[in-house]
């Protein structure tokens, strides 16, 4: 099976001017302002598109981005990747919530740091979920780097329906207009390459404990950064949370014949993954986890990750929109996996989580 050259099939993330590296943050790898904002937009306009055509419920994404910008209509298998990577993602960490719920009882505390989160909507719709915030108290950290988080700062004081959802005394953060602080939800800006950084905004500013289970997620981030910075970030992560878990989403098998025409094509966009050698196999993505001193990794492509939603549901959107080559969409999803990890788990059950 030949892999699709089109645009259109391939995922539609920017990391301009990346370059496989395994060198700290540099010049290099410091993509422009404007083409890391370009990959978090094009991320949300393809999720809108595929809310409105039904694909799934998120009542506050169309809040996040502004009215005039305009995309391509995507192939329906780009759809269903969106829809496979979101539900898949929610699954583990609504999973995560009610694991750690269950071990703690009405003490039930947990933390959830997005890296990366562009405009992304996590904080939400699980407050919008009464009955999972009677029952935990959530506390989500956004961060990414400041340009996103300008704007994504701004769509939240504007809208009315983001805005009534945070609580507590709302205030700036030391970005004053940027970043923000609430009693559930902060916003930062910092570069994920920069322990340091992420150390002072996580642990200073946003005030994260430590000792309270932390779920970690990276949405098609880790890929921007160069093997070392990743190693850093995770050993890092691993050393200060006593409990936590990540979940990560990226590109697999980039070293067959299907991924290196997805590499070349992407890099034909601009699009150059930096840690695209760490990416080759399952097995790659789970000791990168291990090595930075996390108990247990498990990862699972697409294909296999699809068996963990409800079918019904996955049967229901197959009806939205017919998908030309099924075997093309097959290779897409082997081409992309997630990665469960966690650490420190003993007392709270999280080591019985099961990808799928
Ligand atoms: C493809 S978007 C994904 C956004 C979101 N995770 C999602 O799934 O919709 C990648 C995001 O990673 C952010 N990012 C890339 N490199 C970063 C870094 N070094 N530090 C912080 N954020 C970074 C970008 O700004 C962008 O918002």
Known sequence: ??????????????????????????????ASDESIMNTNEEATLCKLDAVRLGYWDDPFLSQMIHGTLRHERKAPDMYKGYYARVKCVER????????????????????????????????????????????????VVDLDLLPVISKKSHAIRTHKKLCDLL????????????????????????????????????VSACKLDPNIPT???????????????????????????????????EQVRMNDHFGEIMF??????????????????????????VRAGWTRAQAGDMNTMCQSLPQTDIQRVDRIAMIDEPEVLQQLFAHYCIVWAYKGADSTGLGNIQLL
């Not at 995922?11 to 990346?18: A, C, D, G, N």
């Open 92 to 139: 583990l960490v609504l999973n995560f919530i009610q694991t750690i719920k269950t071990s703690k009882g009405v003490e039930a505390s947990v933390q959830i740091v997005n890296l990366g989160a562009g405009y992304d909507t996590l904080y939400w719709r699980l407050k919008s979920n009464a009955a999972l915030n009677n029952a935990v108290k959530i506390k």
């Open 215 to 249: 779920l970690f997620i990276a949405e098609c981030v880790l890929i921007y950064m160069s093997t070392d910075s990743t190693k850093k970030l995770l050993t890092w992560i691993a050393q200060t949370f006593r409990t936590c878990a990540f979940i990560n989403y």
């Open 1 to 30: 099976m030949e892999p699709p050259t089109s645009p259109s099939y391939l995922p539609s993330y920017h990391p301009t001017e990346l370059r496989r590296s395994t060198s700290n943050t540099s010049a290099s790898d410091t």
């Open 167 to 202: 609580t507590g005394e709302v205030r700036d953060g030391e970005i004053p207009h940027a970043e923000l602080h609430s009693e559930g939800y902060d916003l930062v800006s910092a570069d994920m390459r920069d322990t340091d950084e992420i150390s002072r905004k996580l």
């Open 264 to 289: 070349e094509a992407l890099k034909a966009q601009g699009c150059l993954l930096a840690d695209a050698d760490a990416c080759e196999t399952l097995e790659m993505h789970e000791n990168r986890f």
